[in-house]
Structure formats: structure tokens, C-alpha cells
């Protein structure tokens, strides 16, 4: 074989690469947020708490809320029921939410974009990054 010539080609550092990076979560939380909302209007906490913790109870009588402890109906042998407890198929309810918050979600998405892009272009994360890195979590947390 062969000999390379040259030097190795040197990795990037990986040093602040492993630490959580709070602007990822929160963005993927608040498009999370978005999509529960629009399709089955309620809170990402609402919809996985919904049925299994206390004082998420899920939908009442008529209203267009729907839990993933009532998407997989859970509770009864009949898993992916077409049908919630309110008479008005899941399907139906989810296409209602789709047509009364398309809009919002429309703005929501288009808003959280360009907060994103005003927040980089001021030099919000690169502030935090420089605080955090003096405090000494640079290993832990980055923005």
C-alpha cells in the first residue's frame, strides 16, 4: 500500500458540541405546542397528561379537546376507536380543529421562524453562550 502524504485532516472540537441546547428544545417544544393545539386543540401537556395525570381529565361533554388517553382509547378493548366519548368521531373533530385554528397555527409557526432569526441576528445566543461559558456549565448547557 501506499503512503499518504500530507497531514491528517484534524476533527472539529466537540467541546461545547455534547451540551444540551436549551434553543433546540424550546423550539421543538413550542412547534409541539403548535401541533397539539391545532389538531387536537389542547397543550402538549394536556395531550400526554390527559386521562393519566391528575387534573388533566381529558374532553367533556362537547367540547373539541382530545387526549392521547382518548386517541387510543386506553381504557376500553376497542384501541383506535372512531368514536370519542362524546359521540363525535375523532376524525371529525380533528378536522374541525385543522379549520377553526389553520391560521393561528399558520402565524405561530411563521412568528416562532422569525423571533428565532431577530434573536440570532441581535446576538442573543451568542450573549448567553459567553454567560454560561464564564459561569463555567459551557459543558453543560449551550444556546
Do not use: H
Not at 35 to 53: K, N
Not at 56 to 63: C, E, N, R
Not at 82 to 95: C, K, L, R, V
Not at 109 to 138: A, E, I
Amino acid at each position: 500500500m501506499a503512503r499518504r502524504r500530507g497531514r491528517a485532516k484534524s476533527k472539529s472540537p466537540t467541546k461545547y458540541k455534547r451540551a444540551f441546547n436549551l434553543r433546540e428544545a424550546g423550539k421543538g417544544y413550542l412547534t409541539l405546542g403548535i401541533g397539539t393545539e391545532l389538531l387536537f386543540s389542547t397543550t402538549p401537556i394536556e395531550f400526554f397528561g390527559g386521562g393519566f395525570l391528575p387534573g388533566y381529565s381529558g374532553t367533556g361533554q362537547g367540547q373539541s379537546n382530545i387526549t392521547a388517553f382518548e386517541l387510543f382509547n386506553w381504557e376500553s378493548e376497542k384501541a383506535f376507536s372512531p368514536n370519542t366519548s362524546y359521540g363525535t368521531g375523532i376524525s371529525d373533530t380533528i378536522m374541525n380543529n385543522v379549520k377553526q385554528g389553520a391560521g393561528q397555527a399558520i402565524v405561530a409557526s411563521v412568528g416562532l421562524k422569525v423571533g428565532d432569526k431577530v434573536m440570532q441576528k441581535m446576538g442573543v445566543y451568542r450573549s448567553f453562550n459567553k454567560l454560561v461559558r464564564s459561569v463555567g456549565l459551557g459543558d453543560l448547557v449551550k444556546m
